[in-house]
């Protein structure tokens, strides 16, 4: 086990996570709930952010201790949310501090498209108190781009980079995809360098895949359009991680790699079993009155009084299922605690894990062997499968 990783441990700490579902196209492949609508601004984007602010305080109802507890993460997803002013993401952020405890170190992120990131629009945000930007840029080959069906201006592409360089946000972020059908593994690991010469403190690598109702789903079943690369995927995802080490980048989630400490604080939440708030069309969020998901239409979400059912949550399910997506050194003591009828049976197949030498376990303290990335799906239904 490496001593110079930060351990995972439950912060009590919750989280709010922001849908924006606008985008100038909506691609293909994607099975996020977001509406294409060209390159003007939405007629509705006022009313929504009245709305975010409208959905805040009726969660915070069903948040009764949300007063003694500190949350300090943020994030902006989406859809685009670059396409919106930066001006409406500070006075959001402005409500927030004034009607929860926001932490004044909060990491506080928006994602951005490629073709919105200019040095004016990421000094606004910064004023705003964005503080981590994430920009979705796949790739940076036309072919690639075309294939995954995303809208992408040619002229915008080699000023990205430059623009994040220069920004006063400092820890920044890219997403890239391999498998696209006829994408090489040089290909991929050329749009990797690129990210990298950037400075990025954050890379997230997404394989792509046929998602059900999506329209890449259905030209893949009617074979008018090639599935995944799956050979290229393998190989990227066996090699990709000792490559981005010698880069300093820890793989500390399947997808996810990030310069030591670096990695997103919000996201970590969805894994290890935090509290976060969930606002806008399509979000989902998860309070101590438990899980629950907003409409998937914005016309509706606007139009409507939220959605009040709190489903319980399943903490064995939902922990085994997540927690263990982390290759971090995990203490695994307080999360345990959470089934104390099921945590010998655990700590028994982590042990038999141990010796079959997929992992480690000193104490508390757990961590997948990074060889484990290739079979980790089977690994973690057999901890979850204790009949």
């Not at 036309?142 to 006063?168: C, G, V, W």
């Not at 109702?213 to 030209?219: C, H």
Request: with cysteine; charged share 25%; proline share 6%.
């Amino acid at each position: 086990m490496e001593t110079n990783l930060p351990v995972i441990q439950k912060t009590n700490r919750p989280g709010i996570y922001v849908h924006y579902p606008f985008c100038v196209h909506k691609c293909s492949y994607c099975d996020f709930y977001s509406e294409g609508i060209g390159l003007d601004p939405s007629p509705l984007e006022g009313k929504l952010f009245e709305k975010y602010k409208e959905e805040l305080i009726l969660r915070l109802k069903h948040f009764p201790d949300h007063k003694d507890l500190i949350f300090d993460s943020l994030f902006f997803g989406g859809g685009t949310p670059s396409k919106a002013s930066y001006i409406k993401y500070a006075d959001y952020i402005k409500f927030l501090k004034e009607n929860l405890n926001l932490s004044p170190d909060s990491e506080i992120t928006l994602e951005c498209n490629p073709e919105d990131l200019n040095l004016e629009y990421l000094e606004g945000l910064a004023d705003a108190g964005v503080n981590r930007i994430h920009v979705g840029i796949q790739s940076f080959l036309p072919k690639n781009l075309k294939f995954l069906d995303r809208y992408f201006d040619p002229d915008t592409y080699p000023r990205i980079l430059e623009a994040l360089q220069n920004s006063k946000i400092k820890n920044y972020g890219a997403d890239l995809m391999f498998g696209v059908p006829g994408q090489t593994e040089e290909e991929f690991y050329e749009d990797a360098n690129s990210v990298l010469s950037s400075g990025v403190s954050h890379i997230s690598i997404y394989a792509l895949t046929v998602e059900k109702g999506t329209e890449y789903s259905r030209k893949v079943s009617a074979g008018s359009m090639l599935p995944p690369s799956e050979d290229v995927q393998e190989n990227i995802l066996k090699n990709l991680p000792n490559f981005l080490r010698s880069k300093g980048f820890i793989q500390y989630e399947v997808s996810n790699y990030s310069k030591s400490g670096m990695h997103s604080r919000h996201n970590m939440k969805y894994w290890t079993y935090e509290y976060y708030l969930g606002i806008g069309p399509g979000a989902h969020g998860f309070l101590p009155s438990g899980r629950y998901s907003n409409p998937r239409n914005t016309s509706a979400y606007i139009g409507g009084t939220g959605n009040n059912i709190y489903e319980v949550s399943d903490p064995f399910e939902e922990i085994l299922l997540s927690l263990f997506r982390v290759f971090l050194p995990i203490d695994l003591k307080n999360f345990l605690e959470y089934f104390p009828d099921k945590k010998e049976r655990i700590l028994s197949k982590l042990k038999k894990k141990v010796s079959e030498g997929k992992c480690s376990l000193d104490g508390s303290i757990f961590q997948w062997k990074q060889s484990s990335v290739l079979f980790l799906d089977s690994e973690i239904l057999d901890l979850a499968d204790l009949d």
